[in-house]
């Protein structure tokens, strides 16, 4: 914006806007606030100029005033419609129409503190993944550092129209620009050169051809409130690191393994599942018969008390009444009651194993193309790696309970109502942290160089990912398995 006198004749007044109030990537909302500020813009104005009203804010969903998108907004005049044209260039929708809602929220402004104090915030701090400031290295808040209150939401509220970028609760400003005797001599354009660097690495993801079908459900915990922040910031991650992005770490950045589609314009049939269950059902066995060793299992006798295995029928879900079934073998049951259609509940009752036949909805992973058997193969590795980390978790929080024992039965209930859901095909075939993508170095998605990506959000976490490794190394790997 440019030093200059914008006259709305059709309203009847007139503001300045000072292009040394702004700098490079600044995002909507210091934008905004400085705007109210320097013109003494009041509510009512602001919303008749914006053809908009305050809203309701439900933390579970994107703002209906957002500063992430001004779709919503409806300018009146030229000197709204002006103002609008100019903040819509710094929101995200506008920067990465495709990966914006992935990838950012508004539940919260989120800030430097460094920067803020100047005056500065840009959109890109909206970015669940990105945890550093790329200018001061210093960590993303989203709460006040005086009294710890939240943030207001990233989006038109009622605190950015009375006192903006001050908190609602102890009225001390975020920053010393947003004080008011500081307002107009603290703002002046900062150096936010890293923010450019960032800016530019999403336009390469923006341009990258990524076919991602359960993007959505990768990592869904309705048990867990920050599930969606979670998946946010790890596709962050992951799509940082296809781009080698500067701002994120190597030691945050997910490795992921790529295989060759067998590319077929027609989806899978009953036909093409049962040729391709004979290869994998040969696969599956291998991968359990070498757990089985590991675990000392004799033949396919599974060892422990029936009365120690609580079996959820409706959800086919088996869970330990108590520590004496190891972390081990409920992770590795929990994994078999995912790949079997038979019923797992009767091995483990009469010790006699009944003819193997897999779920066809894990033999034709992944269902939208037709992929490797090595591919498949490390997807059934990274499924019971995931299995034995939930097992893991549940039997830390279990500890000494025993759902045999009176007095623990509600605390054991309670655990199992918590985690059940991670244990289960019912709700989904495979873990929630697996996923899969296609991706096309030339930015065809039919093209004969799509590549399928599997992607296990546990990647950096290594403890059992070891004892998966061992599972092969003790005994050979299963056809296809890459080491």
């Known amino acids: 914006m440019s030093m200059s006198d914008v006259d709305d004749n059709e309203n009847g007044w007139q503001w300045t806007v000072d292009a040394n109030w702004f700098s490079a990537c600044e995002g909507p909302y210091t934008v905004f606030a400085k705007l109210c500020i320097g013109n003494g813009l009041i509510e009512e104005d602001l919303l008749k100029g914006l053809s908009a009203r305050l809203l309701k804010s439900n933390p579970s969903q994107l703002h209906g005033r957002t500063f992430l998108d001004l779709s919503w907004a409806r300018p009146t005049g030229p000197a709204y419609a002006d103002l609008i044209a100019e903040v819509t260039k710094r929101t995200l929708s506008q920067s990465n ?53 939240k943030t207001p939401r990233y989006a038109l509220t009622e605190e950015i ?74 596709t962050f991650e992951l799509l940082a690191s296809f781009v080698h992005s500067t701002v994120i770490p190597p030691s945050r950045r997910i490795n992921v393994r790529r295989y060759p589609i067998e590319w077929s314009a027609q989806p899978w049939t009953l036909d093409d599942i049962d040729h391709a269950a004979a290869v ?67 091995e483990i009752s009469t010790g006699r194993s ?71 095909p019912v709700s989904r075939l495979w873990p929630a942290g697996i996923t899969c993508f296609a991706i096309s170095a030339s930015g065809d998605p039919s093209a004969s160089d799509l590549q399928l990506v599997l992607v296990s959000a546990r990647s950096g976490e290594q403890g059992i990912a070891e004892c998966v490794g061992q599972v092969l190394a003790d005994g050979g790997a299963a056809p296809g398995v890459e080491h």
């Open 97 to 149: 129409p495709r990966w914006w809602r992935c990838l950012a929220s508004d539940n919260a402004l989120r800030y430097c503190p460094q920067c803020i104090a100047q005056g500065f915030q840009s959109v890109l701090c909206q970015i669940d993944g990105l945890t550093l400031c790329p200018v001061h290295n210093v960590p993303i808040v989203d709460r006040c550092l005086n009294c710890n209150r």
């Open 161 to 234: 129209l009375l006192s903006p970028l001050v908190c609602p609760d102890c009225e001390v400003a975020y920053g010393a620009a947003w004080s008011p005797e500081n307002h107009f001599a603290s703002w002046h354009p900062m150096p936010a050169r890293a923010y450019e660097t960032l800016g530019q690495e999403l336009q390469q993801v923006e341009r990258l051809s990524i076919t991602w079908p359960d993007q959505g459900a990768w990592l869904l915990d309705p048990a867990d409130p920050r599930s969606d922040a979670k998946r946010r910031a790890r």
């Open 280 to 346: 994998r059902t040969t696969i599956y066995k291998s991968i359990r018969r070498h757990f089985r060793r590991r675990l000392k299992c004799k033949n396919s006798r599974v060892h422990a008390r029936r009365e120690d295995l609580i079996w959820d029928y409706p959800h086919s879900v088996l869970l330990p009444a108590n520590a004496s079934v190891g972390a081990e073998l409920h992770g590795f049951l929990s994994w078999r009651t995912r790949f079997e259609a038979d019923r797992l509940w009767g």
């Open 354 to 424: 009944n003819e193997l036949h897999l779920r066809y909805g894990v033999v034709g992973w992944p269902a939208k193309w037709r992929s490797t058997d090595a591919a498949w193969a490390n997807f059934c590795l990274a499924c019971l790696k995931h299995e034995l980390m939930s097992a893991e978790q549940f039997h830390t929080e279990l500890g000494e309970l025993d759902l045999h024992c009176q007095s623990d039965r509600s605390d054991w209930l309670e655990l199992a109502t918590r985690l059940h859901h991670r244990f289960g």
